[in-house]
């Protein structure tokens, strides 16, 4: 079965720090692109980072470039988004995703709140 599981959200500072992970089982990981979303209070869920599975390519959404870091760990299928100067708008539901044949499999969040 696969599975996808973050963990590490929590209530941070404005200007703080968090890293999210996301650890997974079930598929092959080091072919797999994979993706962390987040879905804010009362807005749709959007697309923050991306890393794919060859190369180890990377891409960001405007609003966390420079600020956040997707990576991977292969040997552990684990995927990371290290966050770095939070902002209240960061405050969001963050979702780890992949798919795989077609399919689009999420994990079921962790909650990220910056607030002073």
């Known amino acids: 079965e696969l599975q996808l599981v973050e963990s590490g959200g929590d209530l941070a500072q404005p200007g703080g720090s968090l890293t999210l992970s996301c650890t997974t089982s079930?598929?092959?990981?080091?072919?797999?692109?994979m993706n962390w979303y987040r879905q804010p209070p009362g807005k749709e869920r959007e697309l923050v980072a991306r890393i794919f599975g060859s190369w180890n390519t990377t891409n960001y959404v405007d609003a966390v470039k420079g600020r956040f870091t997707i990576s991977r760990d292969n040997n552990r299928a684990t995927v990371t988004l290290q966050m770095n100067d939070l902002k209240i708008e960061d405050t969001a539901i963050y979702y780890c995703?992949?798919?795989?044949?077609?399919?689009?499999?999420w994990g079921q969040g962790t909650q990220v709140t910056v607030s002073s």
């Open positions: 995703h992949t798919r795989i044949a077609g399919r689009a499999y």
């Open positions: 079930g598929f092959a990981f080091r072919q797999a692109g």
